[in-house]
């Protein structure tokens, strides 16, 4: 499975933004498929992810309400709606696909990591 994020964009403190996420290869819906961050001089970090069946999701703390993940199985597509976007949102958004479902979230269980896109949160 191929995956690729769009979406990004520069955006002022408690703006929205929606990431998208499209698949190709496989259906997506074999897949539990996590979005990831990462920040200047940071490690990457899990934001959000969706299991296989669409039924389980995963937020970190950070994002809890204010992000909301879901999905088009029509699609092959996968989305991350923010919301009351914070200037520490700001990091190169992925996603990416695991074939543990949501039972890790460690980037290294993760697959299929396409070209990140951009967020910028102006305070």
């Known amino acids: 499975v191929q995956l690729q994020a769009c979406g990004g964009g520069l955006v002022q403190a408690g703006g929205s933004l929606r990431l998208s996420c499209a698949a190709s290869?496989?259906?997506?819906?074999?897949?539990?498929i996590g979005w990831f961050r990462q920040a200047p001089g940071k490690e990457r970090e899990s934001v959000s992810a969706?299991?296989?069946?669409?039924?389980?999701?995963f937020y970190a703390d950070s994002v809890k309400g204010r992000f909301t993940i879901s999905r088009d199985v029509a699609k092959n597509a996968l989305y991350l709606q923010m919301n009351n976007l914070k200037p520490e949102d700001t990091a190169v958004y992925y996603c990416?696909?695991?074939?543990?479902?949501?039972?890790?979230?460690?980037?290294?269980?993760?697959?299929?990591w396409g070209q990140g896109t951009l967020v910028t949160v102006s305070s």
């Open positions: 290869g496989v259906p997506f819906d074999d897949y539990a």
């Open positions: 990416a696909a695991s074939k543990y479902g949501l039972a890790t979230m460690l980037p290294e269980d993760f697959f299929s």
């Open positions: 969706i299991n296989w069946s669409g039924r389980a999701t």
